[in-house]
């Protein structure tokens, strides 16, 4: 991939955030948040919304 591929957010179930081509389907367990762009300004994107990075369903020990 280059500079200039286009991403997307994308959220599992358990409100973990990550990128993924937008020219890619969104893989099993993921979907799309809704915010597009570049790789940085994506990442930009998760550092400002994700702010408990704890697992929804954090493992019970």
Same mark, same amino acid.
């Given at each position: 991939?280059?500079?200039?591929?286009? +991403?997307?957010?994308?959220?599992?179930?358990?409100?973990?955030?990550?990128?993924?081509?937008v020219d890619k389907d969104t893989p099993l367990g993921w979907r799309?948040?809704? +915010?597009?762009?570049g790789r940085d300004d994506c990442l930009d994107y998760i550092g400002a919304v994700w702010t408990d990075?704890?697992?929804?369903?954090?493992?019970i020990r």
């Open positions: 991939m280059d500079a200039y591929t286009r +991403f997307s957010v994308v959220l599992n179930d358990q409100n973990q955030y990550s990128i993924w081509p799309r948040e809704g +915010f597009d762009g990075m704890t697992p929804t369903c954090a493992p």
